[in-house]
């Protein structure tokens, strides 16, 4: 996600305002966009170990604050690009044995790794892994 130095509240108002000034007569009746506000990110282990580097669109809403990382949305989804190892899709497997040694994989990354907990390691596989559905 870009960082367009607007508050929340500003976030929310232009996308508000865009959806005001929409025609529902050209909108699909099927397709609706859905905002949720997060809860302060209190207890997110995204926030707590990624965010510092990397941003994500998750289901409840966005999250992270860094841009020296790439963007992690729909990161176990068909949508995000297959920049795993061996250029493979994200799965939880893929991404854990990416945490545990990033070096081992890309001797160049930048990335160091990052040491999570069983509860930790769940709470963030929980937190990636975002249903994708068109109604």
């Not at 607007?6 to 905002?35: C, I, K, M, N």
């Not at 493979?88 to 999570?116: G, H």
């Amino acid at each position: 996600m870009p960082r367009f130095a607007l508050s929340a509240t500003q976030t929310e108002e232009v996308v508000a305002y865009l959806l005001h000034g929409a025609s529902p007569a050209a909108a699909d009746p099927g397709y609706q966009v859905r905002f949720a506000r997060r809860g302060g990110a209190s207890g997110s282990k995204f926030d707590e170990h990624c965010g510092g580097c990397h941003r994500a669109l998750l289901a409840d809403g966005p999250a992270g604050r860094g841009s020296a990382g790439p963007n992690l949305s729909g990161l176990f989804t068909e949508y995000h690009p297959p920049t795993a190892p061996e250029n493979k899709q994200w799965v939880a497997e893929s991404l854990r044995d990416w945490l545990r040694n990033p070096r081992a994989f890309r001797s160049r990354t930048s990335m160091r790794p990052v040491q999570l907990d069983a509860g930790e390691w769940s709470g963030l596989v929980a937190e990636l892994t975002v249903e994708i559905r068109v109604e």
